[in-house]
């Protein structure tokens, strides 16, 4: 099968520059990045064509070929595609794809970068979904959690070397943790294959963490949930996700809060709904009552005769505590409660209840039982006669 044109895997046109190309992929790989197709095998393949490609036109030297040879440019050496730079999609090494992330998404998930160039990668970030209430969400709080990850091994230190040794510079890279390797009449540069782009090597590893550097531990952390927070918030602990292998920096820890719905209150930003069931009489008469509010006290609501379902009271400063932008910790302003009324319709009436309900229609004539009937069946009729005409 042919292979698709470079530029079209990418979506940009022939004259696209450098800044163009790097947009371009960073969209797309991130679109069908495994891990976010983790169900959708056809998404890894796409995701191998992009690296293919842009590592092809990322290079001022390949793309000049390619647009001269096509891909018959990287044929001459008996390698197909891409892969006579650095292992190509299937194949990409330690130089290959991983390279490229490096470079396009140092800034992904707020991280500093994947593997350092000439030293000890950092450690994976951590992601941890945490569900608070919303009373929680109101107030605030400081709660722990249980992360389970890899923290530096206190045997070695966290150098990955056996305790009384020490790691020992690269012979290949000379401790640079990168080589360089001729192809055709490119030379390109790579990841070292022998200590794996660190620049150092260890022959006497750590028996406690296999030279790694790291063990899995699972750590109790305190976090602060400030007042007013919302679902989907993000909440960054820069340091505390993945110990870096053998010395490396630590990952961040990113905490997901979702807010759990309430019984009673229905949230939009920092204002809350509620709706309060009311009797027929204390619509009809009118009345009070008292409802709740988030904090745990109580507002008293009044209510006018002839109240109707969907009429909305609405009390200030009973909502959610809003989240404080100033940083000084002592403004906490509110939203308002919205308290809507449901008219409740009588049911399980016994003979005289019924008798007094059909007394009370017919003394008022019908229309004060159903004041809003006469003007929706008036619409109803026009309608219909709209409706008959157009025939």
């Known amino acids: 099968m042919a292979q698709q044109c470079f530029y079209e895997t990418l979506g940009v046109e022939r004259g696209a520059d450098q800044a163009a190309i790097k947009s371009a992929f960073r969209k797309r790989a991130m679109q069908y990045h495994p891990d976010r197709n983790k169900d959708d095998p056809a ?3 796409k995701f191998k064509e992009l690296g293919n490609a842009y590592e092809i036109l990322s290079d001022d ?81 400081k709660t722990e959690i249980k992360v389970p990850g890899s923290v530096s091994c206190e045997t070695c230190e966290g150098s990955g070397a056996k305790p009384g040794s020490g790691p020992t510079h690269c012979g290949t890279c000379k401790g640079a943790g990168r080589v360089r390797v001729q192809q055709g009449f490119f030379t390109i540069e790579r990841t070292c294959p022998h200590c794996h782009g660190e620049g150092q090597t260890i022959s006497d590893p750590c028996t406690d963490c296999s030279g790694q550097g790291r063990v899995r531990r699972e750590r109790t952390l305190s976090v602060d949930i400030p007042a007013g927070i919302e679902d989907g918030t993000r909440i960054r602990l ?28 229905e949230r939009d930003g920092p204002d809350l709904y509620c709706a ?4 027929m009489t204390t619509a009809a ?8 509010t988030i904090d745990g006290g109580r507002v008293n609501i009044k209510v006018p005769e002839g109240a109707q379902t969907g009429k909305r009271f609405r009390v200030r ?17 509110r939203g308002d409660l919205y ?53």
């Open 61 to 141: 030297q390949k793309r000049a070929a390619y647009d001269r040879f096509g891909h018959a440019a990287f044929e001459n050496s008996g390698m197909n595609g891409a892969r006579g730079f650095g292992g190509g999609a299937a194949g990409m090494g330690a130089g290959g794809f991983a390279d490229i992330f490096d470079d396009i998404f140092s800034e992904f998930m707020g991280g500093r970068g994947g593997a350092r160039r000439g030293g000890p990668g950092r450690g994976a970030d951590l992601k941890y979904n945490l569900q608070v209430t919303l009373e929680d969400a109101f107030s605030g709080k």
């Open 285 to 292: 008469l009118g009345g009070d009552f008292e409802t709740p």
């Open 339 to 391: 308290v809507e009324v449901q008219v409740e319709t009588p049911t399980g009436l016994n003979a005289e209840q019924k008798d007094l309900l059909k007394q009370f229609c017919e003394a008022g004539g019908g229309e004060n039982c159903s004041p809003q009937h006469r003007g929706f069946f008036e619409r109803a009729k026009t309608f219909w006669d709209n409706v008959t005409d157009g025939l």
């Open 43 to 45: 998404a890894e393949q």
């Open 238 to 265: 820069s340091g505390e996700g993945e110990a870096g292998p053998r010395g490396g920096p630590e990952g961040d820890l990113y905490i997901f809060v979702g807010v759990k719905e309430h019984q009673l209150f």
């Open 276 to 279: 309060m069931p009311i009797p």
């Open 317 to 333: 400063g009973k909502g959610m505590t809003q989240l404080d932008q100033s940083g000084r910790g002592d403004i906490r302003r």
